[in-house]
């Protein structure tokens, strides 16, 4: 069993509109393509279409799948424009882990076996299938996976485009240096408050709450649950609970896209006994990129610490 749900995925023939793909500085699905004379990238949501976009720049036509900041990911449901897109990409980029396996599915249908598709789950060089505990997609939290996969769509773009290839490594190092920026406040925060107890609704943060040294408290069947869409048992959720009344978690990360009633128990419990509450995403919030969306993460996350 996964650690997280697969988004789920309907090809249907209705207008792209229903889907309302907006948000952000990337095309809607419907209208990237290789009809600008760019190269034509499409990323399975925008947090790794605002990537691509650092990454190419002006050179590129990026487009998002989900690039709502309002759908809920779990819920996701995708028509035939998305389709025709993925038929005219150059790249695709997807999370993988099975987080997103409608993009092969789609892509499978798209008639385009010349597309080259980026899988950050690969990328990564993590064990999908380890033999204690479970596999966490969620790895545009983890900076080292971020940087392989900015690393290999320059080397991709660069294979398509040869004449810019130095634009492609400036935007590399560019994206990169900002990347570290982030490690070291990771660091900063490991270094002044390693060992914190922190509570989490779903895996979503964990790779940074990890790097910044932070434990998770939360019981494994809670998050699990959760993340599965079934019922917290009666124990489970009285033990999770507990974890903010004995002030063994001094921070709640909450997922403010898949909410419930076990969640809004667990936030209400952090506000009656002044735990603070840092909410997280799984997609980028409407008028930022990346770089400044984790950047306001990891300054909430010190903020609650501190």
């Known amino acids: 069993m996964r650690l997280h749900k697969t988004l789920g995925v309907a090809v249907v ?6 889907l309302a793909l907006t948000g952000c500085s990337t095309q809607s699905a419907a209208t990237a393509g290789g009809d600008s004379g760019k190269l034509s990238i499409v990323a399975s949501t925008n947090v790794y279409g605002s990537i691509a976009e650092a990454i190419g720049g002006d050179l590129v036509s990026v487009s998002s799948i989900i690039d709502d900041p309002a759908q809920d990911p779990h819920s996701f449901e995708a028509d035939a424009q998305v389709q025709l897109a993925l038929s005219k990409a150059d790249i695709v980029i997807e999370n993988g882990g099975g987080y997103d396996d ?59 485009d040869a004449d810019n290839a130095s634009t492609f490594a400036a935007n590399t190092t560019a994206f990169t240096a900002k990347l570290k920026t982030l490690e070291a406040d990771e660091a900063a925060v490991k270094a002044a408050s390693a ?24 019981p494994e069947a809670f998050s699990e649950a959760i993340e599965e869409g079934s019922d917290v048992s009666p124990a489970v959720l009285q033990q999770t609970l507990a974890l903010f009344a004995d002030g063994s978690v001094k921070v709640l990360a909450y997922n403010e896209q898949t909410t419930g009633a076990e969640t809004e128990q667990l936030l209400a419990a952090a506000k009656a006994n002044n735990v603070a509450v840092v909410p997280v995403t799984e997609t980028m919030p ?9 950047t306001s993460n990891i300054d909430a996350i010190k903020a609650a610490v501190a």
């Open 13 to 18: 023939g209705v207008a792209l509109s229903a």
């Open 102 to 160: 409608f993009v092969d599915t789609l892509l499978g249908g798209a008639n385009n076996a010349d597309a080259v598709v980026l899988n950050a789950a690969t990328i990564s060089g993590y064990d999908q299938e380890p033999a204690s505990g479970e596999f966490n997609e969620h790895l545009w939290y983890d900076f080292p996976t971020v940087q392989k996969v900015a690393e290999d769509l320059s080397a991709q773009l660069t294979k398509l």
């Open 195 to 218: 060992g914190v107890g922190v509570a989490i609704t779903e895996p979503v943060p964990l790779y940074m709450l990890d790097a910044a040294g932070l434990v998770n408290k939360t």
């Open 286 to 294: 409407a008028g930022t990129d990346y770089i400044g969306w984790m």
